[in-house]
């Protein structure tokens, strides 16, 4: 019998009735009510649904982002070992980058990325070496980035590590992308969102 909480087989059966007619509907193109339940997550925090981008699954986010925000003259920043997925991105949307090696306990050294560059995409926790960069290092790469987007992916981040979403309101610049796969265990429903600067 898989894990599911009670309390969300409940609400999922309230929503879609005794007769399921709700699952013959397409869903809500805009995903509001989802946009609002994530605002509301990150409670205390100055969120609106605007500021919320859901996805299928994180891996469509985050093509949509490499897409739209990444693609500039100067190549994106990335570490040399993280998830294998973001230089596929690269290659299909044209957008050069640079692998920025790690240091010799696998970390992620933010001085390598206070250079030029065209947005920098960093997985916190990283992976596969699960090294997390600390709050107060992401802030002082997005402040030292304040020209270009630094996308931090944080599929893993409830396995250890603090999320950036609380920076989104200060760094215009700052996009936090985040998954229902993960700890949340919901991979086959395929949901990711990105949370950001509205504009």
């Given at each position: 019998r898989p894990f599911a909480s009670?309390?969300?087989i409940a609400a999922m059966q309230q929503e879609i009735g005794s007769d399921g007619a709700s699952l013959r509907l397409y869903p809500d193109p805009n995903a509001d009510v989802l946009k609002q339940?994530?605002?509301?997550?990150?409670?205390?925090?100055?969120?609106?649904?605007?500021?919320?981008?859901?996805?299928?699954g994180s891996d469509?986010?985050?093509?949509?982002?490499?897409?739209?925000l990444l693609k500039h003259e100067a190549p994106i920043l990335m570490p040399d070992i993280s998830y294998s997925f973001y230089p596929v991105y690269c290659g299909?949307?044209?957008?050069?980058?640079?692998?920025?090696?790690?240091?010799?306990?696998?970390?992620?050294?933010?001085?390598?990325?206070?250079?030029?560059?065209?947005?920098?995409?960093?997985?916190?926790p990283n992976a596969p070496t699960g090294r997390v960069l600390p709050l107060n290092e992401i802030e002082r790469l997005v402040t030292a980035n304040s020209k270009s987007v630094v996308m931090i992916d944080e599929a893993y981040v409830d396995f250890g590590g603090e999320t950036a979403v609380g920076l989104v309101h200060r760094f215009p610049n700052l996009l936090?992308?985040?998954?229902?796969?993960?700890?949340?265990?919901?991979?086959?429903?395929r949901i990711g969102y990105a949370v950001g600067d509205p504009a």
């Open positions: 009670p309390a969300a339940a994530v605002a509301e997550h990150f409670g205390g925090l100055p969120l609106t649904p605007a500021h919320v981008f859901v996805g299928n469509e986010v985050l093509a949509h982002a490499f897409m739209a299909l949307y044209g957008i050069e980058h640079v692998s920025v090696p790690l240091d010799e306990s696998f970390g992620i050294r933010v001085d390598d990325y206070l250079r030029d560059n065209g947005g920098i995409v960093l997985a916190n936090v992308v985040r998954t229902l796969s993960k700890s949340h265990a919901l991979a086959g429903l």
